[in-house]
Nanobody
Framework: QVQLVESGGGLVQAGGSLRLSCAAS????????TGWFRQAPGKERDFVAA????????DYGDSVKGRFTISRDNAKNTVNLQMNSLKPEDTAVYYC??????????????????WGQGTQVTVSS
C-alpha cells in the first residue's frame, strides 16, 4: 500500500511561488495516476491538477491553469506542483492523491485510493 507525504507548503505573498512535493513510499509513484486537491476552510475539496502514470497527460482546474504545473520526478519517486503567481484565494490545505485507475475521472476525489495528510499553503495579500 503506497503512502504519500506532502511537503513544501508555507506562507508566501501574493504573486510569489511555491513548489509542493508529494513523496511516495511503499510503491512506485509512476504506477499511479496522481492528483493534487485543495480544501479551504468551510469549502469542499477541489481538484487542482492531475498527471498520468507516464506523464504523457496532465490537466488542471480552471482556477489554476497557466499558473500551476504538475510534473513527475521518477528518480525521487515524487510528484511536484509548481505554483506561480499565487493569489490569496489559493490559500488552502493541499493534498496529493494516487489512483490505481487510468487517467480518467481524475478530477473527482472519490477516484483516488490513497491520500496524503496535506500541507498548508497561505498566500497573503
Amino acid at each position: 500500500q503506497v503512502q504519500l507525504v506532502e511537503s513544501g507548503g508555507g506562507l508566501v505573498q501574493a504573486g510569489g511561488s511555491l513548489r509542493l512535493s508529494c513523496a511516495a513510499s511503499g510503491g512506485t509513484s509512476s504506477s499511479y495516476t496522481t492528483g493534487w486537491f485543495r480544501q479551504a476552510p468551510g469549502k469542499e475539496r477541489d481538484f487542482v491538477a492531475a498527471i498520468s502514470r507516464t506523464s504523457g497527460s496532465t490537466d488542471y482546474g480552471d482556477s489554476v491553469k497557466g499558473r500551476f504545473t504538475i510534473s513527475r520526478d521518477n528518480a525521487k519517486n515524487t510528484v511536484n506542483l509548481q505554483m506561480n503567481s499565487l493569489k490569496p484565494e489559493d490559500t488552502a490545505v493541499y493534498y496529493c492523491a494516487a489512483s490505481r485507475r487510468g487517467f480518467y475521472n481524475y478530477y473527482a476525489a472519490q477516484t483516488y485510493d490513497y491520500w496524503g495528510q496535506g500541507t498548508q499553503v497561505t498566500v497573503s495579500s
